[in-house]
């Protein structure tokens, strides 16, 4: 009945503003450039991937203050996060799991190699330049982890001309204060940029207390109803220099460090680090032939306590080299050949049986223009020092049906390798475990016209052998099996001076393993989603809201513990000081509504945020 409501409530909102043709006209931006969907650039509206890209132009138009402010109603998008900020935040990419989706941060894969997953809540957004998103496998390009799709997040980096500082400050609810400063250079041949940010918050209660059953604690411990707060620092450097005969370099550099804490009797404090350092060299020796060489680390690190009393050490270390070669065999044909190599290592106060594994990848991929068509086809084989190899492909299809619209059709297989908790954690793993394969197939159209842009996607994704607790011989198994269907729905319009963003989600990820819990929604991921964003400027005023409406969630395979639908509404407003200062303030939570993306983890309430901007 809620999915019918939203269908029917955006399906208006759409035909109201379709009817809007003569008054409505549509910014003429640039068209974003990525590069994560092909591992080429393109501009977005080439791609024959379902892609979103949020640019720092969002981020601070939105007035986020997280990775999960800006993930929230994305397409495709269910986020789960642990009462607040700085606390465990998890990312299902059309209903796929949290460690199905491939992360990277400037071209380096991040994340952890014992729980398979990325501290988002850990990742500044004062440090972002933009993310790009894209929805499907992409593992015929990446290899493990692009079931869902990648996240692929870039640092900032010196555009422009000259010399340009940039500072921001600011304080809110829940004790919480927050800044950042830097400045961005850029000349003829070269640019460079820094970054300094931090943020501290008394944060709230993130546990609700009420039972047993939940976060880990016992109702009995006195830190149960305490606030949990947040605090952490970051930097990142990012510099390039393009030489005369063509050849480019860039480098890169972000690390962030903190200390989280959180309800739990065994541990509730946490000392958190991330980094990620790298670099990229692109040369063309010939006319027709660019080579990418692309290298770096990531590191995760985190220490865990119980009040004062050290607990247990996760460190992972994630080395990777790719080399790319694209060779335009003419103007309407490109041919990318490439090898990646990784290699994870952990160093922990677990007695893990295996600490390091390397994967050898090649790959291929052809796209090509034939009439009013457009082909993408990929081919890889990876090799992995624990299973061995796997062969993944992919196809993709468009067509312009007119100068304005134009049909998309994609097929990809996909795996994730099993992770080394999975794999060697004492007592609790199974070393004979095979990755979680993945088919997923996708249709869809998008196109533009005088009032604005907009897209509709189906799709449906079938994962086997996902990895899940086996009673039978006490460890985890390649026992489960998913059937994931979709539909989102994006427009994008302007009337009478508001600019509007909208779209809709509904997905049925649906549990097709054997035994009682087949047939059940798979855990944390809302079935139904709705987010509509409005702005517009006044002067020196500028204003803006945004509605989201999330349908309800189970969080429990056996879909007893039933986490309610919300709708959660923000304002937001700008005022331009002088040319170069703006203060900016948000109310989020308008109407204080209560609910839960993780059971018993409570969720901010109304809370309001104040920030002073220096940019020129």
Request: charged share 20%; with cysteine.
């Amino acid at each position: 009945m809620q999915k019918c409501r939203l269908a029917a409530m955006a399906v208006l909102w759409l035909g109201a503003a379709m009817n809007q043709t003569v008054a409505a006209n549509a910014d003429h931006q640039e068209k974003p450039v990525i590069v994560t969907a092909t591992r080429t650039a393109q501009t977005a509206d080439a791609s024959l991937a379902s892609v979103t890209v949020i640019s720092r132009q969002d981020i601070e138009r939105q007035q986020a203050r997280s990775i999960q402010d800006l993930f929230r109603g994305v397409p495709g998008m269910s986020i789960s996060n642990n009462g607040g900020a700085g606390k465990s935040t998890a990312v299902f990419m059309r209903g796929s799991e949290s460690d199905q989706v491939l992360v990277m941060i400037d071209n380096i894969k991040v994340g952890s190699a014992t729980s398979g997953t990325t501290a988002f809540e850990n990742i500044p957004v004062d440090q972002i330049e933009r993310i790009e998103i894209v929805r499907g496998p992409r593992s015929s390009l990446y290899g493990s982890e692009a079931i869902g799709g990648v996240i692929h997040i870039i640092t900032r980096k010196g555009s422009g001309s000259g010399f340009k500082p940039n500072f921001n400050f600011g304080g809110g609810s829940y004790g919480t204060l927050e800044g950042a400063t830097g400045f961005a250079y850029s000349g003829k041949q070269s640019w460079l940029n820094m970054t300094a940010s931090g943020i501290g918050t008394r944060g709230f209660n993130a546990c609700n207390g009420s039972s047993d059953a939940g976060c880990f604690v016992d109702s009995s411990d006195p830190t149960l109803y305490d606030r949990d707060g947040y605090r952490n620092t970051a930097g990142s450097a990012r510099a390039g220099y393009r030489f005369q005969n063509g050849l480019e370099i860039d480098g890169n550099f972000m690390r962030s460090a903190g200390k989280t804490e959180f309800d739990g009797s065994f541990v509730n404090k946490g000392i958190v680090m991330q980094q990620v350092f790298g670099g990229t060299a692109r040369y063309s020796p010939l006319k027709f032939w660019r080579i990418n060489l692309i290298g770096g680390s990531s590191r995760e690190d985190t220490d865990n306590f119980l009040n004062t009393l050290f607990q247990s050490r996760f460190n992972t270390t994630r080395n990777t080299i790719s080399v790319l070669n694209d060779f335009t065999i003419n103007p309407k044909n490109l041919l990318t050949i490439g090898m990646d190599y990784q290699k994870d290592h952990i160093n922990s106060t677990e007695a893990f049986t295996v600490n390091s594994r390397t994967n050898w990848g090649v790959f291929a991929q052809h796209q090509a223009t034939v009439a009013k068509h457009n082909f993408q086809l990929s081919l890889r084989h990876d090799d992995n020092q624990q299973f061995g190899s796997r062969v993944t492909g992919g196809t993709g299809w468009g067509y312009s049906l007119t100068d304005n619209v134009r049909l998309l059709a994609n097929f990809g297989s996909a795996f994730k390798a099993p992770t080394f908790n999975e794999l060697y954690f004492p007592g609790f793993s199974n070393p004979h475990l095979r990755p979680e394969d993945s088919r997923s197939f996708e249709f869809g159209t998008r196109g533009n016209a005088t009032w604005g842009t907009w897209s509709l996607n189906i799709y449906e994704n079938h994962i086997y052998h996902l990895i899940a607790y086996d009673a039978s011989i006490f460890a985890p198994a390649n026992v489960d099996q998913a059937r994931i269907r979709g539909f989102e729905g994006i427009l994008s319009t302007q009337i009478k001076g508001w600019q509007f963003n909208t779209n809709l989600t509904l997905m049925d990820p649906e549990n097709r393993s054997s035994g009682s819990n087949r047939g059940n929604i798979l855990p944390r991921r809302a079935a139904e989603s709705f987010r509509l964003e409005a702005d517009r400027q006044f002067g020196q005023y500028r204003l803006g809201a945004m509605l989201l409406v999330e349908g309800q969630r189970y969080d429990d395979l056996a879909n007893t513990r039933k986490l309610d639908s919300y709708v959660k509404f923000d304002l937001r407003a700008e005022y331009n000081l002088s040319k170069h200062w703006r203060l900016q303030g948000r109310i989020e939570n308008l109407f204080n509504e209560h609910y839960q993306t993780a059971a018993f983890y409570n969720q901010p309430g109304r809370n309001f945020f104040a920030m002073l901007r220096y940019q020129p």
